[in-house]
Structure formats: structure tokens, C-alpha cells
């Protein structure tokens, strides 16, 4: 081959490889996600009606207004307040509670309130697996969804598990977290736990003043190894204490406990101090604001929120959603799965994770209050509470006063693992207790806290919000700062489906990138794996071809090298 000829062949692969570099350098375009296209949610609950809100009496019961986004059923209320066996049968209707669930009777004490309390509790499986049914049921989404494995104790109801007969969604009373319990020092209280899940389960009240056994009920701590046997499927336990101590506490079930409260069998139990005519609110459901505070609270405070931290794992939950049979169940949980190799997926507060907190559990201030929050973390690992815009103070550790000379303000509160805290919130702007109105975010402060399934923004975010940051249907006004939460109620956006920032700019700069054009990668590695072959075949070629100038020039160059030294200068 001339030489001309080979070296025109080496410039043409120089240059078809310079061109398939530059087709691997072209980058794809951007493809943005058409809104229109997303599964979008209304960010209020269509089903809640706009006059809960309201400030309202029913049944002699005065309910403070809650002007959130998805506020308590007021028949919810004034049956906590009054018990099941003392309000009308249209009212008793309202809330789908069973007609024995808060049964309130006795003044023992003679100051106008009832002494003897009886609570009742169900154990009820959430995002669950049925064998008469391809899906979950029934469902209770905690951001959108999203529907993890889990277990509550929940009051017992009269009606079906889900809303109606046409729907697989959980009856609005069977929810996360367990219900805040709330009694008062002094009244005799029996906490009634029906068994009408497939496991064995127990109450153990955390914290709570309450005698390790009882003359007719037996064994009353809730704990298998020491107080008593645990409570089979269908079986029925009283659990009976006459507290004498107020206090913020926990109950939870303490049967495989790694696993049960992991998956959401526990609760805040609140001992609320004696008081004349002091009828409380005996159940919160779903935590967040209480619309009938107590006398002692009212005492001091303008507003009460009860606040419920909790983390899951995904792969503990997926365990209920996998099989029918509870022995199938149990091997896995039991056996099989390895608290010390989890890890937590979800974070909730009051069950919910952003952006649903936002319906349910913002803190609604307006200035120069004072509100009382009682928080409970029931996670596996500590959380660190920041609130944004405001330092609270510490009255409480686990129940117990904190001397007051030494009650500390933070804007960051370390809760460990079933570690309650009582926190007293002043909106008074003076730059330490408040820095004024707005739309304060408070949240935990491990970046983990930030994310549901990894996904952020999500987990326990929530905020504290003035009511002149507050739209009319009870959401933080976000859309004068040019923002739109709208992306964060979409079911796309938690399955990783919507790029986050696709829309800060009007190219979609930082949107979706498209099919690639050109030569795709595999192409490319296998066009250069022939020109690459091309070139040693050419390079072997050239040897054969010219073998004898390559023989002729090597035998002359070792020729010269064995030439004597010096041989030039004979001549």
C-alpha cells in the first residue's frame, strides 16, 4: 500500500472518531413534565367540611374554632367530652364511635365533672393485605400516595373499617397516630382493650401513675415477661389505674415491642390536673389541636396542640402487605426481621407526612399568646426539634416540672426515644420569644427528617403559622412570595416521576432531560472498537507489505552498531 494511501485512511479515523466525540458530547434536550399530566390533589380534603371550623357548642360543649385546613369532626369532640353514653343519638351518628367507646359517669368528688371513665380501644391494621382483596385495605395514605404497613389502637367504632362500601379508604376514626388519651388526677379509668387483630397485643402505660396488678383484673403493666399473658386475637383486657400525678405520658404496646410500636401501637396519654368542672376532652384523634383545652390549661395558656413525632420502616411495613397468613406474618416479623439492620423511611407527625401535616398540624398563632404544646417522640432514634422564628421554653421533661428557675429556652429540643416534652410557645414579638408574624417552619432538624422514602420535601415538616399568613382555606399564604406547594400534592412527585426545580425558570433549565440524540453509548464503544481494529489491521498490514524494507533497514542499523569505534577515522 503507498504511503499516501495509509495516511489518508489514518486521517479519516481521526476524523470519524473526533466526530463521534462530539456526538457523545451533545447533550439531550429538556423535557418538562406537563402539570396538566400530574395526578393532582385538592391540597384540603374535599370529604371535611369548611363549617368544622368554626367556633361552635354542641351538646353543651364549647369547641374552639380551628381554622386549619382539615380540622376534627366537632361530633368527635363534644362525644370526648361528654362520653358515648351522654349525647344524642343524632350526634352519637355524626361520629361513627361505638356507643360504648367513652363512657363517663360518677362524680365521685362532688366538683362537677365525672370520676369514672372508661375508655375503649380496638387494634386496627392500616395499609394492610386481604384475602378477599387484590390491594390494600384499608387504606390511610400519610402524604400522597404513600401508604406504609401499619397498626393502632383505635376507639372502637360502630360502623365498617372503611368509609363506605364503595371505598377501600380507612374510616376516618382509624387512623395514625393512636389517639391522645386524656384524663384527669384522681378519676378511677379503665382502659378497655378489645383484641380484633390477629396477633396478640398489651397496653403498658408509660409514665402513667397505675398499680402493677389489680385485685380483680390481675396483671396491669402490659408486659408479657412480668405483669401478665399476652392478649390473643378476640380476647379482652382492663387495664385499671387511678393516677394521682399529672403529667404528659405514653402508653404503647410492650408485646414484641421492637416491632408493635414500631408500626404505630403507641400514644400520647395526658394526666390533666383536678380542677372544678373540669369535663375533658378524653380522646384527640389524630393529635394536633385541642378544641376543649382544660381548666388548668386555659389557666395559663391561650391554645393547646398536642404533637405526636414517629418514624417507620418501610421494609417492617411491607412485611403485613406481603402475605394472608398470620403465621406467614409472624415468622418474618419474629424471626426474620432484624431491628439492628433497619432503618427509618417515614417520619410522621400526628401520622402525616409533609405535605398533609400542613392540613392537620400546623401551630395557628396569632400574637401575644401563649400555647401550651405537648410533644412525644415514639421513633426509634432521637429527634431535634427546631422551631424557626421563635425560642420556646421547657416546663416539662417526661411528666415532671421542670424547677422553674431552671426551665430552659431553646430553638432546638433533643427528644429521645419515648421521651415526652411539655413546651410553652409565646408569639410575643420582642426578638427572643418571637421574631414576629409569618410563616415559621418548625421541623426536625436531621436532614433525614426532611424526606419520606428519601424523597425530600417531606417527613414531619410543618410550621407555625400566623393567622395573617393564612389563606382562607386554612393553608400558609405562600403564593405572594411567587411559591407553589401544588407540585407536593401529587403522587408523581414521591414516586421521583417530577423533576423539583423544573419550573423556577421559564426554559426548565433544571427539568428533565430528554431522549439523547445522535449515537447512544453502546454505538459509539462499538464504532470505536472497529476503527480501532481497523487501525492495528492497517498497522499489521503495512509490516507484511513492506517486510522486506523493514528486514533490509533493521539488518543496516545492527550492521552499523558492530562497526568498529573509531572506523570513520581510519578512512
Avoid at 100 to 107: E, F, L, S
Avoid at 213 to 240: A, C, F, W
Amino acid at each position: 500500500m503507498p504511503i499516501h494511501i495509509f495516511i489518508a485512511i489514518l486521517t479519516f479515523y481521526i476524523m470519524l472518531s473526533s466526530i463521534i466525540a462530539q456526538a457523545s458530547l451533545k447533550l439531550p434536550e429538556t423535557v418538562k413534565v406537563d402539570p396538566a399530566a400530574l395526578n393532582s390533589e385538592p391540597m384540603c380534603d374535599p370529604k371535611i367540611s369548611p363549617s368544622w371550623r368554626e367556633a361552635q357548642e354542641i351538646e353543651g360543649v364549647k369547641i374552639e374554632a380551628s381554622p386549619g385546613c382539615s380540622p376534627d369532626n366537632p361530633a368527635w369532640i363534644a362525644a370526648a367530652v361528654k362520653g358515648t353514653n351522654n349525647i344524642s343519638m343524632e350526634t352519637l351518628m355524626k361520629t361513627g364511635l361505638s356507643p360504648d367507646a367513652i363512657i363517663k359517669t360518677d362524680d365521685l368528688d362532688g366538683d362537677g365533672d365525672p370520676d369514672r371513665i372508661i375508655i375503649k380501644l380496638e387494634v386496627i391494621e392500616l395499609n394492610g393485605r386481604s384475602p378477599d382483596f387484590p390491594g390494600l385495605i384499608p387504606t390511610f395514605d400519610i402524604a400522597p400516595g404513600i401508604q406504609p404497613g401499619a397498626w393502632v389502637f383505635a376507639p372502637k367504632t360502630s360502623g365498617m373499617s372503611t368509609e363506605n362500601f364503595e371505598s377501600v379508604r380507612a374510616n376516618p376514626l382509624l387512623r395514625l397516630p393512636s389517639p391522645v388519651i386524656r384524663v384527669e388526677q384522681g378519676d378511677i379509668v379503665q382502659i378497655v382493650l378489645e383484641n380484633t387483630h390477629y396477633f396478640p397485643h398489651s397496653i403498658h402505660l408509660h409514665g402513667v401513675d397505675h398499680p402493677f396488678s389489680h385485685h380483680v383484673y390481675g396483671g396491669n403493666d402490659g408486659v408479657p415477661q412480668t405483669s401478665e399473658v399476652e392478649l390473643m386475637p378476640g380476647g379482652r383486657k382492663i387495664y385499671e389505674f387511678q393516677p394521682r400525678q399529672s403529667g404528659t405520658m405514653f402508653y404503647h404496646c410492650h408485646v414484641q415491642a421492637h416491632t408493635h410500636i414500631a408500626l404505630g401501637l403507641a400514644g400520647i396519654i395526658i394526666v390533666e390536673e383536678n380542677r372544678p368542672n373540669n369535663w375533658l376532652q378524653t380522646l384527640n384523634i389524630g393529635g394536633g389541636h385541642v378544641r376543649h383545652p382544660s381548666v388548668a390549661v386555659r389557666e395559663q395558656f391561650d391554645q393547646e396542640y398536642d404533637l405526636h413525632y414517629h418514624a417507620m420502616d418501610k421494609k417492617l411495613g411491607d412485611i403485613i402487605q406481603k402475605y394472608n397468613d398470620p403465621r406467614l406474618i409472624a415468622r418474618d416479623m419474629n424471626q426474620r426481621y432484624d431491628i439492628t439492620d433497619s432503618k427509618e423511611d417515614y417520619f410522621t407527625l400526628n401520622g402525616l407526612s409533609f405535605p398533609y401535616t400542613l392540613r392537620e398540624s400546623l401551630i395557628i398563632v396569632e400574637p401575644d399568646q401563649k400555647v401550651k404544646l405537648r410533644v412525644l417522640n415514639s421513633g426509634g432514634e432521637m429527634i431535634a426539634l427546631h422551631t424557626h422564628g421563635h425560642h420556646a421554653t421547657i416546663t416539662h421533661y417526661d411528666g415532671v416540672e421542670h424547677n422553674p428557675a431552671a426551665q430552659i429556652m431553646r430553638d432546638v429540643f433533643d427528644i429521645a426515644p419515648a421521651q415526652r416534652l411539655d413546651l410553652a410557645l409565646n408569639t410575643t414579638n420582642d426578638g427572643k420569644h418571637s421574631y414576629g408574624e409569618g410563616d415559621w417552619l418548625f421541623h426536625d432538624h436531621r436532614e433525614k427528617g426532611f424526606t419520606t422514602n428519601g424523597m425530600a420535601e417531606g417527613g414531619s415538616i410543618s410550621s407555625i403559622v400566623f393567622k395573617s399568613y393564612l389563606t382562607e382555606n386554612g393553608m400558609p399564604k405562600v403564593s405572594h412570595f411567587g411559591i407553589s406547594l401544588n407540585q407536593f400534592f401529587t403522587k408523581e412527585y414521591y414516586q421521583r416521576r417530577l423533576p423539583i426545580w423544573q419550573d423556577l425558570d421559564d426554559t426548565a433549565s433544571l427539568g428533565s432531560p430528554g431522549v439523547q440524540t445522535g449515537l447512544d453509548a453502546a454505538t459509539q464503544k462499538s464504532l470505536l472498537n472497529i476503527l480501532y481494529g481497523l487501525l492495528i489491521g492497517l498497522f499489521i498490514y503495512l509490516i507484511v507489505a513492506k517486510r522486506q524494507q523493514i528486514k533490509q533497514t533493521a539488518l543496516a542499523a545492527v550492521s552499523r552498531l558492530k562497526s568498529p569505534k573509531g572506523g570513520a577515522d581510519n578512512g
